[in-house]
């Protein structure tokens, strides 16, 4: 196993679980509401290449009914790992499916659409982590209130807690429209589903 993909696995692993950013919606409430995030793998990935995940992320008031949901695909790319961004046609078919892991065992490749432009270049930093943005070009557009945006995101994440930033910026003037202005959210896994990755991949 080459690097590159021993990294894959390891991102995977720390990726996939239950995340709350409590203590900080606790701590500054005006700034953040409390936020859930909520990987799973896939029972039957996509495609033999990479890692394939669905996520969701929602307010913790309202887990059915998520603001946000993903099916990501982590590859290695040389020295560094790439994680492409798929949406999911009719996603609201798929809510609460990030806790209810075998209702994922239907979805096919139909069902997602490759979101061009919004992938996210991650690589290890020194103290061990893995650090991710979107690439750049500002294509990874995003349509918000009617505006149409381009999308700046970044993550850190280690095995128990991962940090995460997106914003919107207006193509023609770089303003930011959207976004946290009170800087990243800060997420704490709460429940671990690593082990869910042990027939797909080899940790």
């Given at each position: 196993?080459?690097?590159?993909?021993?990294?894959?696995?390891?991102?995977?692993?720390?990726?996939?679980?239950?995340?709350?950013?409590?203590?900080?919606?606790?701590?500054?409430?005006?700034?953040?509401?409390?936020?859930?995030?909520?990987?799973?793998?896939?029972?039957?990935?996509?495609?033999?290449?990479?890692?394939?995940?669905?996520?969701?992320?929602?307010?913790?008031?309202?887990?059915?009914?998520?603001?946000?949901?993903?099916?990501?695909?982590?590859?290695?790319?040389?020295?560094?790992?790439?994680i492409h961004n798929h949406r999911l046609h009719?996603?609201?078919?798929?809510?609460?499916?990030?806790?209810?892991?075998?209702?994922?065992?239907?979805?096919?490749?139909?069902?997602?659409?490759?979101?061009?432009?919004?992938?996210?270049?991650?690589?290890?930093?020194?103290?061990?982590?893995?650090?991710?943005?979107?690439?750049?070009?500002?294509?990874?557009?995003?349509v918000r209130n009617g505006r149409q945006t381009?999308?700046?995101?970044?993550?850190?994440?280690?095995?128990?807690?991962?940090?995460?930033?997106?914003?919107?910026?207006?193509?023609?003037?770089?303003?930011?429209?959207?976004?946290?202005?009170?800087?990243?959210?800060?997420?704490?896994?709460?429940?671990?589903?690593?082990?869910?990755?042990?027939d797909l991949v080899s940790l």
């Open positions: 196993m080459s690097a590159a993909t021993s990294d894959a696995c390891l991102l995977a692993s720390w990726l996939v679980g239950d995340f709350s950013n409590w203590d900080q919606a606790i701590a500054n409430p005006p700034f953040f509401a409390h936020v859930r995030v909520c990987i799973r793998p896939l029972l039957v990935p996509l495609s033999p290449e990479g890692i394939w995940l669905y996520s969701e992320q929602s307010y913790d008031y309202e887990l059915q009914h998520p603001y946000r949901t993903a099916v990501l695909q982590i590859v290695a790319a040389g020295d560094h790992l790439v009719q996603a609201e078919s798929y809510f609460g499916a990030a806790r209810e892991r075998s209702r994922l065992a239907s979805l096919i490749p139909e069902q997602v659409h490759f979101l061009a432009g919004c992938d996210q270049l991650v690589s290890r930093t020194p103290s061990g982590s893995f650090r991710g943005a979107v690439e750049p070009g500002k294509k990874c557009c995003v381009y999308l700046a995101s970044e993550f850190e994440i280690w095995s128990d807690r991962f940090h995460s930033l997106d914003r919107g910026y207006d193509p023609n003037t770089n303003e930011r429209v959207w976004g946290s202005v009170a800087g990243a959210f800060e997420f704490s896994k709460k429940v671990s589903f690593a082990h869910e990755l042990k």
